[in-house]
């Protein structure tokens, strides 16, 4: 079966940096697209940014400048460097899978991420 698990979360100051890692299992991992998404309290999930098969990357508004996802084929990995965090990126983030560019038909457990001083 599908498993995303994701790595890298944490406590870490505001203009601070982190990069989550997704290892992902149980699917043909370079036909898929991968995701970010995140989901702070009280509020609904929201895509923070995906990749597709052909690497075509996109963002949230919120993170464009700040955030990079890659995939490594070969590791069957995904990741998200986030730098300049802010405190509003405080969120569960969550590593996600699926046959098309929202890539959401799959989840992981979620890693929590905090910016805070």
């Known amino acids: 079966q599908v498993q995303l698990v994701e790595s890298g979360g944490g406590l870490v100051q505001p203009g601070g940096s982190l990069r989550l890692s997704c290892a992902a299992s149980?699917?043909?991992?370079?036909?898929?697209?991968m995701g970010w998404y995140r989901q702070a309290p009280e509020k609904q999930r929201e895509l923070v940014a995906a990749?597709?098969?052909?690497?075509?990357?996109n963002y949230a508004d919120s993170v464009k400048g700040r955030f990079t996802v890659s995939r490594d084929n070969a590791k069957n990995t995904v990741y998200l460097q986030m730098n300049s965090l802010k405190p509003e990126d405080t969120a569960v983030y969550f590593c996600?899978?699926?046959?098309?560019?929202?890539?959401?038909?799959?989840w992981g457990q979620g890693t929590q991420v905090t910016v805070s001083s």
């Open positions: 990749i597709t098969r052909g690497k075509s990357t």
């Open positions: 149980g699917f043909i991992f370079s036909i898929n697209a």
């Open positions: 996600s899978t699926g046959r098309t560019a929202a890539a959401n038909d799959y």
